[in-house]
C-alpha cells in the first residue's frame, strides 16, 4: 500500500508511531543503524533484551560510549506499515529535543520508499 507523507525539507522530521500501542513520537533518521527509544521508556514499553550488544556511532564514525544492550520490539505501527520483532536500543536524548525515539534503519529496511526532497514528500 502506497502512502504519502510530507515532512518539511532542510529540516529534520519526526513520525508518530505505536509501540506495543504506544504513541511515540520519532525522529526519521536514515542514518541510525538501530530504531532507538529513550531508558526509561524501555522499560515501561516492556521491552525484552536479546542478550546481545552493539557499538553505537556517530556520523564520522566515532565510537560513542560503551557496547549498548539490543532490546526487541514486538510490534511497531509507522509510515502506514506494521512489522513485528524490530531491534532497537536505548540512547540518551536532550530532554526537550521534542522527540520520543529514532525510527532508524532497523525498521526503514522492511519498507521500499522515496523521498522527493524538494517537495517534501516521502
Not at 560503551?66 to 532497537?88: K, M, N, V
Not at 532497523?106 to 519498507?111: D, E, G, I, P, V
Request: proline share 7%; with cysteine.
Amino acid at each position: 500500500m502506497m502512502q504519502r507523507f510530507r515532512f518539511p525539507p532542510q529540516r529534520a522530521f519526526g513520525v508518530w508511531t505505536l509501540i506495543n500501542g504506544v504513541r511515540q513520537f520519532m525522529l526519521f533518521d536514515t542514518g541510525s543503524q538501530y530504531v532507538a527509544l529513550r531508558p526509561n521508556a524501555v522499560g515501561w514499553l516492556g521491552l525484552q533484551s536479546t542478550n546481545q550488544t552493539t557499538l553505537i556511532f556517530t556520523a564520522d564514525s566515532q565510537t560513542v560510549g560503551p557496547r549498548c544492550p539490543i532490546y526487541r520490539i514486538p510490534q511497531i505501527q509507522a509510515l502506514g506499515l506494521t512489522l513485528s520483532d524490530i531491534e532497537a536500543i536505548a540512547i540518551h536524548l536532550p530532554p526537550n529535543c521534542g522527540y520520543d525515539g529514532v525510527l532508524g534503519v532497523s525498521f526503514l529496511k522492511h519498507t521500499i520508499f522515496t523521498i522527493n526532497y524538494n517537495e517534501g514528500w516521502i
